[in-house]
């Protein structure tokens, strides 16, 4: 019964997540806009590398996306590029690579330009950095800070690629106990003027770009100045941009962006780490404290998140956000704060995940089979990719939820 259940859910939301990509919904507009149009903040390279998307596209020209995507899984991965799988503090595993075969060679050549050569330890780094395997320590992968977030959580918010006016309007509005929805809003008002700013401006009302709701965001002064259509437009906006996978643009600080999923965790984390600690996590700066560092899972302490990988960062956040929305919905007795408005259209958010939300389905949308569904359905769109490949590894992200089941 439970194998048959979960079937009938799976290819349910097979067909939700490709019918969403056109929503009859007063949101179309929004979504069409994410999907539609490419994302390149305003300084942003035009050298964008996707080391899954072409890799799964060459490797299919062969007959054998299937195959490819198929032969790790996100745990078999885990074990492939950390010293110590599912610990939230692992370091990256150096080993030598296998040579490159002729889907990889091809990747390469294709990426490769005479300013911009990319060999296959780059092509490997790029990919662990996607998949959320690095972390935001001064001096290693966070170099240095821009005026104003020279402060704890600035590292942070820096590799979410969050600017300081933002950064800052978003903790004046929220305050800080509620670091997971103001970092969730931070980065929406981000990505909306990273938007803005690549698109050109005759196409902003064809594709939903509104240029008010980032005006009123920045210019905030107090709650009564985001309307709840401000409010509900930016996760609708940043729901529509977690759903898809673009990766490879330059940040406002000319990192490499990683993706939305793991930005908005890092825009999190940033706030947390400002409101201070009782019991510093971090020893010297950037290093976990083994005494007093949380470790994740149902340990609650808070993590050193300059030392931990952007999986454990983006788990925590998970957690995080669940519990704001909770506090939020029971503050609601004393009055309508601006937190408790912003939580009401956070409560539906899907957070990345793809199709029909099931309990723990937004733990895990950041998994490897979950990013590759996403990469596979846009290949199919554009013809890429056959459909049933593109299928399978829909059907592979959507069984994740329903491991306990089979």
């Known amino acids: 019964m439970h194998r048959v259940q979960c079937a009938f859910l799976t290819q349910n939301a097979i067909d939700m997540f490709r019918l969403s990509r056109y929503p009859s919904s007063p949101w179309r507009a929004v979504i069409a806009a994410i999907v539609g149009a490419v994302v390149v903040p305003a300084d942003a390279t035009t050298h964008v590398v996707d080391p899954i998307t072409d890799l799964i596209r060459e490797y299919s020209k062969e007959g054998k996306s299937a195959e490819y995507i198929e032969r790790v899984s996100d745990q078999g991965y885990e074990r492939y590029v950390l010293t110590r799988p599912d610990f939230p503090y692992a370091s990256e595993l150096v080993k030598p690579l296998d040579d490159a075969d002729a889907p990889t060679r091809r990747v390469l050549n294709h990426v490769s330009t005479p300013e911009h050569p990319v060999n296959q330890r780059d092509l490997h780094n790029m990919k662990v950095w996607d998949l959320g395997f690095t972390k935001a320590r001064m001096g290693y992968d966070v170099h240095w800070l821009p005026d104003g977030l020279d402060h704890p959580g600035g590292a942070n918010a820096m590799k979410a690629g969050i600017e300081p006016d933002i950064y800052d309007r978003a903790f004046r509005l929220v305050g800080s106990g509620y670091p997971a929805i103001a970092g969730t809003y931070a980065l929406a008002a981000q990505v909306l003027r990273a938007k803005l700013a690549s698109t050109p401006r005759p196409r902003w009302k064809e594709l939903g770009l509104r240029e008010d709701v980032i005006d009123h965001f920045v210019h905030a002064d107090n709650p009564a100045t985001l309307s709840d259509f401000d409010l509900h437009y930016l996760v609708q906006f940043l729901d529509g941009e977690m759903a898809a996978w673009d990766v490879g643009h330059q940040s406002a600080y000319g990192m490499r962006e990683m993706p939305v999923v793991f930005r908005v965790a890092r825009a999190a984390a940033a706030y947390r780490e400002r409101n201070g600690y009782v019991t510093n996590p971090c020893l010297d700066g950037y290093r976990y404290d083994p005494v007093n560092a949380g470790m994740g899972g149902v340990?609650?302490?808070?993590?050193?998140?300059?030392?931990?990988?952007?999986?454990?960062?983006?788990?925590?956040?998970?957690?995080?956000?669940?519990?704001?929305?909770?506090?939020?919905?029971?503050?609601?007795?004393?009055?309508?704060?601006?937190?408790?408005?912003?939580?009401?259209?956070?409560?539906?958010?899907?957070?990345?995940?793809?199709?029909?939300?099931?309990?723990?389905?937004?733990?895990?949308?950041?998994?490897?089979?979950?990013i590759e569904a996403k990469v596979a359905n846009t290949l199919l769109a554009v013809g890429d990719l056959s459909y049933r490949d593109a299928s399978e590894a829909t059907r592979r992200a959507m069984r994740l939820t329903c491991k306990d089941e089979l």
């Open 299 to 370: 340990d609650r302490r808070p993590l050193c998140f300059r030392d931990a990988i952007d999986r454990a960062v983006r788990s925590w956040y998970v957690r995080a956000l669940s519990d704001e929305l909770l506090a939020a919905r029971s503050s609601m007795q004393a009055g309508v704060s601006l937190a408790t408005r912003m939580a009401v259209p956070l409560r539906s958010s899907r957070q990345g995940w793809i199709g029909i939300t099931r309990p723990g389905a937004v733990a895990i949308a950041a998994h490897k089979e979950v």
